[in-house]
């Protein structure tokens, strides 16, 4: 495990002229109801693209539960309590993790963190907005439920990916969060990853399920981006504190993780904001745009 001082890295770091970063690719990932492994997805995705080239941000924001800097066998100096506290801007809570990866830890066991405010979490978002980080695409694993923390940071990433598992609650809880995006926060398009599962074809039908009620009732895109098999050497993993892309790179799931970002690099950029706060606003389309676009 790293020290905190080793960790950290200037609280501004430029990006470089030569090759200017285009647009940043937000991809949000949430679950219905906790337990389906949906911070394992986030940490192996991003690990999965930052190892494809992708110049990858891992921002956590499971405000009150967060762990993805424990699941990295990260040691962090500072967190998102500590910005919202006044003690350290919001780039001095980036770390640098495994390959490269940069990570923005948020807190544990920090109840007032789950009691922000709506305006606080646009604030945050917007926040992310005025960094100069060098990125390619930024990773947000959300706190699991439909809590206003969730919907805002669902509603500002380009993509949503809802993480499923078969469990009936699951499914049912994955459609109530897909409900409230769609209605509430203007999300069209979602894509859905089976986790878990026993067999491939375990996962297409847990979709299928989620797919029939949700085109009967709600006017939402469901994509399938597939399935991650049920691997005890993700279980080992997970004990040593380590992607499991990183310490067993030839197991099942890695290989399922890697597929997944493969899928995430090609999808079609939207042509333009949904008229919503977004991350990295001036960053997100080619053309800019006024901040209250």
């Not at 949906?38 to 930052?50: C, E, F, G, H």
């Not at 967060?66 to 100096?77: I, Q, T, W, Y």
Request: with cysteine.
């Amino acid at each position: 495990m790293s020290s905190p001082d080793s960790n950290a890295i200037p609280a501004r770091v430029p990006a470089t002229s030569a090759n200017d970063p285009g647009p940043v690719r937000v991809i949000a990932v949430a679950s219905g109801k906790g337990g389906v492994g949906k911070t394992s997805v986030s940490v192996n995705l991003a690990m999965s693209l930052q190892n494809a080239g992708q110049r990858t941000l891992l921002l956590d924001t499971d405000l009150g539960l967060a762990n993805v800097d424990v699941m990295l066998g990260l040691s962090p100096r500072f967190t998102l309590s500590d910005v919202f506290a006044g003690r350290c801007e919001l780039a001095d809570t980036i770390i640098e993790g495994p390959a490269g990866l940069l990570v923005v830890p948020a807190a544990s066991g920090k109840r007032h963190m789950t009691e922000l405010t709506p305006a606080q979490h646009v604030g945050l978002v917007h926040a992310f907005s005025q960094l100069d980080t060098a990125l390619d695409v930024m990773v947000v694993d959300n706190a699991a439920g439909i809590s206003d923390s969730v919907l805002t940071f669902c509603q500002a990433a380009q993509d949503v990916i809802v993480v499923v598992c078969d469990e009936p609650a699951s499914v049912t809880d994955a459609y109530a969060l897909i409900k409230v995006l769609s209605r509430e926060r203007g999300v069209t398009r979602v894509q859905v990853l089976a986790n878990q599962v026993g067999h491939p074809s375990e996962g297409r039908q847990l979709f299928e399920k989620l797919e029939r009620v949700t085109s009967k009732f709600l006017d939402v895109t469901l994509n399938y981006l597939g399935a991650i098999p049920r691997d005890e050497w993700l279980r080992r993993a997970i004990q040593r504190q380590e992607a499991v892309v990183d310490a067993f790179p030839a197991a099942p799931a890695s290989m399922a993780f890697r597929e997944i970002a493969k899928r995430a690099g090609q999808w079609q950029t939207p042509a333009g904001p949904r008229g919503h706060v977004e991350f990295f606003m001036e960053r997100l389309i080619a053309t800019p745009r006024s901040a209250t676009a």
